[in-house]
């Protein structure tokens, strides 16, 4: 299940707001059931944490905006104003005044420190270090910074300034920075687990995976059963290209936290390298956005400084990000206890009560929420979400269709959109909205396989044919619209859609070594179009052999009856 999150609100420290939308299931030909969309495969396969902190980065841009703060992505070392540049109180009046006076008073502090001339350098430290918490927690990350800045330089040796200096680097896009200030951590405790995953998925980022992996074994050695560290270094393979080095570290956290469902994707990508298909189509549809569990003290020590709308947002936030749902729940309840006509808030409850199986609580939520605010697409596709889930088709293409008038450029509401018309059989219908997914995302492969499937099923086989040698120029050598092009040129019912020799030639470029269930199917219809059968049975067999293997009973009856064909020297005729 999952639901949309929105970019209205600074993210929390270092994560992402909201919870984006996990991989589309890939479709097994012979059972194709359409699933929800796809965003961005390229970018989490290069570095999966990425899509985390540029999400991050675009929730804190908006947010530095609003606080007149200034963000540099500028990824180069750090350049040290000496002495930190004074922090000037910013405009106060927006906040909550319980927050005005917490911020007050911490600076309040720092001034009567500074004027006690027997106060030591670590006790100022101390006060300017707690005054860029409260300050990074209200927003003003600027002076967040400069405060953070007085702390490290007034007390060099201590680790807790610049570990929070590197995540209020890594919240504003400034990558560099926050790479260097993770660096000067792990000089300072070479033990410290948490800022080495941190390095690592810095590491990671900025496409240095040879690094990010020296990184995650130094903490190997320190923690070999962190969840985190075992998938930062099954990521840093897949990134290698080291597909089956991923998959035994990426397997390994998640046999130590099965929560972790985001890494179902990184999975997918590795098994899927390996020409794994099947293992690779389970584990893109389970993809989920449970992070893997890294306990995190002092980190953990700067939550809950504020008692705002803002602070329990970001605290539900990462919760929610890290798969602790009904923490996540707790803490928008508490936000919305100080402002109850919060739309988004009220959106983000949904949510976290959705991933939690409380589908009736977060469909009171959605709807709350589009009751004071009608035109808030992540609701209406939210509840577009559960509605489909639970099979009520018409009233989920009513949401998805609310979503995409209100936001035509809504690429996962009108992938939705088009899955479900394709569910609730109206054909024409999806196939027209994958061809808008595409117009808008070129890269979603799962809408031009989508459209692939459903021109097949209307009969419209000349126009799949075309359609997914199209694909190929997009996607060249992407199996899963490789093997469909060959089924339509193999075996669609209209001659004028088939090329036999050329279906043949296709797979034998492109497909073989491939061991996957529908790629043994599709080299057994070539061979048939072909007028080779006794190849023909050959693939077939292996088909049935891998189904039965596989524990796929009803699939196995399904390729015995294109087996009994062959035999009989008759090709298919049914793609699908």
Not at 37 to 43: G, R, S, T, V, Y
Not at 106 to 133: C, F, K, M, Q, W
Not at 251 to 257: F, G, I, N, P, Y
Request: one cysteine or more; a negative charge.
């Amino acid at each position: 299940m999952t639901v949309a999150g929105d970019v209205r609100r600074p993210a929390p420290e270092g994560l992402s707001a909201g919870n984006p939308r996990p991989a589309a299931r890939t479709p097994g030909f012979a059972t194709y059931r359409p699933g929800m969309a796809a965003q961005a495969p390229e970018l989490a396969r290069r570095s999966p944490g990425r899509a985390a902190l540029i999400a991050a980065f675009a929730l804190a841009l908006a947010a530095a905006t609003l606080a007149g703060c200034s963000i540099s992505d500028e990824p180069g070392p750090v350049v040290e104003e000496t002495p930190p540049p004074p922090v000037v109180l910013p405009r106060l009046a927006g906040l909550e005044p319980a927050v005005q006076d917490q911020v007050r008073a911490r600076h309040a502090a720092v001034l009567a420190i500074e004027g006690d001339g027997e106060a030591s350098p670590a006790t100022l430290a101390e006060a300017y270090g707690e005054l860029g918490l409260v300050l990074q927690a209200a927003g003003f990350y600027e002076a967040a910074e400069h405060a953070f800045l007085h702390a490290q330089a007034g007390a060099p040796a201590a680790v807790r300034w610049p570990y929070y200096l590197a995540h209020l680097y890594q919240l504003t896009g400034q990558r560099g920075r926050a790479l260097e200030r993770f660096r000067r951590v792990v000089e300072l405790d070479p033990s410290n687990l948490p800022a080495l995953v941190w390095l690592g998925e810095m590491y990671l980022d900025q496409g240095q995976p040879a690094a990010a992996e020296g990184v995650y074994d130094r903490a190997l050695a320190l923690q070999p059963a962190s969840p985190a560290v075992l998938a930062g270094i099954g990521r840093a393979a897949l990134a290698r290209e080291d597909a089956a080095r991923a998959v035994t570290y990426l397997e390994r956290a998640l046999a130590v936290d099965p929560a972790a469902t985001s890494l179902h994707y990184s999975l997918g990508m590795a098994y899927r390298d390996l020409g794994r298909l099947e293992l690779a189509e389970q584990y893109l549809r389970q993809r989920g956005g449970g992070a893997p569990g890294l306990p995190d003290p002092l980190l953990q020590e700067s939550t809950g400084l504020l008692d705002s709308t803002l602070a329990h947002e970001r605290r539900g936030s990462r919760a929610l990000s890290a798969g602790r749902h009904a923490e996540a729940a707790e803490a928008f309840r508490a936000g919305l206890a100080l402002t109850p006509d919060d739309p988004t808030l009220r959106h983000r409850l949904g949510v976290a009560l959705s991933m939690a199986g409380d589908i009736r609580g977060a469909i009171e939520q959605f709807e709350a929420a589009l009751a004071v605010a009608p035109d808030l697409a992540e609701a209406h596709f939210s509840l577009g979400e559960l509605l489909a889930e639970n099979g009520r088709y018409g009233e989920a293409v009513a949401r998805y269709e609310a979503a995409v008038d209100i936001r035509s450029n809504y690429v996962d509401a009108r992938m939705a959109l088009a899955d479900t018309l394709s569910l609730a059989g109206r054909l024409a219908a999806a196939a027209a909205e994958f061809e808008r997914v595409v117009e808008a995302d070129p890269a979603s492969d799962q809408a031009w396989m989508g459209r692939g499937v459903a021109l097949i099923q209307l009969g419209r086989h000349r126009e799949a044919r075309d359609w997914l040698d199209r694909a190929q120029l997009v996607h060249p050598g992407h199996p899963l619209l490789t093997n469909l092009l060959v089924r339509v040129l193999a075996a669609a019912p209209d001659a004028r859609a088939r090329d036999g020799e050329r279906a043949l030639a296709l797979a034998n470029e492109r497909l073989r070594g491939d061991t996957s269930i529908e790629t043994y199917e599709s080299l057994a219809m070539a061979y048939a179009e072909a007028g080779r059968y006794d190849e023909a049975v050959t693939w077939q067999q292996r088909a049935i052999g891998a189904a039965q293997q596989a524990g796929q009973a009803p699939r196995v009856r399904s390729l015995a009856a294109n087996l009994d064909r062959y035999r009989q020297g008759r090709p298919s005729r049914s793609p699908l």
